[in-house]
């Protein structure tokens, strides 16, 4: 069987010393914004994206870009993380995977007013590194990966 594998885009948000997530109604995970990488965008274009689409909140992301180039090459902001994550099985075999491009950002409110289509507001709640930390629901790379991007983004990693 062929392993389908799709690039997507994820984004941890910052706002005073906590990460925005939401239980995935489709598969029943807490995760923070992401999605799709669209036909003609970039991983950093997309995680921008899917940030305004599903909480409303304008962000900054917190990426370096090489200083590498040519009239023909440009340097792209660099995630923080890239991860292969599985996303469905069939007859025992992996049949689709994301290929994650996983960045941090930082908001400057934690007003959420996601598009038309979104989950609800309500749906989403800030995490705290301790709440992180002391949560059975969360995917321990969720809880890892929120713990470090709220230590980069605002040095709140308590």
Known sequence: METTRHFTATTYVVESGATVLHEHDRIGKW??????????????????????????????????TDDIGSPTVESLPQPEHMLLADVNFHGGEVGHQHIDHVFYAEADSRDLSPADGEEDASAWEWFTPADLRNNDELDPDVAEIGQRAIAAVDGAGN
């Open 31 to 64: 995760l923070p914004p992401g999605g799709h990488v669209d036909r003609g965008e970039v991983p950093h274009e997309a995680a921008v994206r899917e940030v305004r689409e599903e909480t409303g909140l304008a962000v900054s992301l917190r990426t370096e």
